[in-house]
């Protein structure tokens, strides 16, 4: 079945203005008061998640391991007027492709789950190689411990609406395996007048983490100053009731 990240276009179809701004507010509420001017984000995808930090003002670089994705990101830079270095890279090695130490580096996208907990341990050593001591490392991710405890298979998020008035919807159907990881199928259509004229078939193959895996290993790396807030930070919640959360860090001196 299809993999989503290799259709950018649809990829970016849900993004939208308010979704921008709803981030541009989230970073600036979390970057507030820290020293940061340069950010990495080495799962980049199209940018739609690292660009509010360039409106905003941040000096930002790229890497995704999907070309595709990174091509359409770099359109999208141009026609923005931004100037952003973009190397394709694995994230697990980071570090060798990238020469200088950022203030903040970062994974957006829930990114981290589409490897093994081992290899999400090996990317948070890789990600804390690039940055400079004193920064801060930052990640999102779905809430992994919620979803599993919910068990939920169904899920029918919010429809959208282009200008021509096509309805674009999805339908998911999370299937959780033995091993512990969950694969997530995905029936994205597109509709008018009543009727649906397109659809596409996805698959997301995924391997949850706990939130306490990544803190302990990041605490036994020295780090501190932990903020664990709702992505996009709206209000605070407890954890338990934070679908799609953030994490970030400070490396020490």
């Not at 298979?153 to 969950?182: A, K, L």
């Amino acid at each position: 079945m299809a993999d989503l990240y290799d259709y950018p276009d649809i990829y970016d179809e849900r993004f939208t203005d308010r979704a921008n701004q709803a981030y541009k507010e989230h970073y600036r509420k979390l970057f507030a008061g820290k020293a940061v001017h340069s950010i990495l984000d080495c799962s980049f995808g199209t940018g739609n998640l690292t660009f509010p930090l360039a409106e905003l003002g941040y000096q930002i670089a790229g890497s995704d391991l999907n070309e595709g994705m990174l091509k359409k990101a770099g359109e999208k830079a141009a026609a923005k007027g931004f100037q952003v270095p973009l190397l394709p890279c694995d994230f697990r090695g980071l570090s060798a492709r990238f020469d200088r130490r950022f203030d903040c580096v970062m994974s957006t996208g829930s990114a981290l789950a589409h490897v093994d907990n081992e290899d999400v341990v090996k990317t948070l050593h890789e990600m804390d190689r690039c940055l400079r001591p004193g920064g801060y490392l930052y990640f999102d991710s779905r809430n992994w411990e919620m979803a599993q405890k919910n068990g939920q298979r169904f899920i029918i998020p919010q429809p959208f609406y282009q200008q021509d008035g096509t309805r674009i919807g999805n339908v998911q159907v999370w299937d959780y395996h033995e091993d512990g990881t969950i694969t997530i199928n995905i029936l994205h259509s597109y509709e008018k007048d009543g009727k649906i004229f397109k659809t596409n078939q996805f698959q997301e193959h995924l391997h949850p983490f706990s939130l306490r895996l990544v803190k302990d290993e990041l605490e036994g790396m020295g780090y501190t100053q932990f903020e664990i807030k709702p992505c996009p930070w709206f209000e605070d919640k407890p954890f338990s009731e934070i679908g799609w959360y953030c994490l970030m860090a400070q490396k020490p001196y």
